[in-house]
């Protein structure tokens, strides 16, 4: 079982920057895809950004520009979201995500938070 545990998470205010991680455990050495889901309150969760095979990006138009997600590794299991120009509406808990081998796996949440 694979488990995911994000930090950098936290209050900011809107123009500022953050930078999540998600660090993966278990044995899996390289996921088909790793992203980042967000959902704020009173809303469903959405896709932000996904990385597929360490090389394909895919970004939530209403984050293109700001955000970036990007891994460090060659193992592939450590996945980083760059949040830049934040804005109000980008307060949410995010969440992790990778999938692999058909089975797909969520961290726990960080709460991001925007002030105006």
Do not use: H
């Amino acid at each position: 079982q694979v488990q995911l545990v994000e930090s950098g998470g936290g209050l900011v205010q809107a123009g500022g920057s953050l930078r999540l991680s998600c660090a993966a455990s278990g044995t899996i050495f390289r996921f088909n895809t790793m992203g980042w889901y967000r959902q704020a309150p009173g809303k469903q969760r959405e896709l932000v950004a996904s990385l597929t095979s360490g090389t394909t990006t895919n970004y939530a138009e209403s984050v293109k520009g700001r955000f970036t997600i990007s891994t460090n590794n060659a193992a592939g299991n450590t996945v980083y979201l760059q949040m830049n120009s934040l804005k109000p509406e980008d307060t949410a808990v995010y969440y992790c995500n990778a999938k692999y081998g058909g089975n797909t796996s969520w961290g726990k949440g960080i709460l991001v938070t925007v002030s105006s």
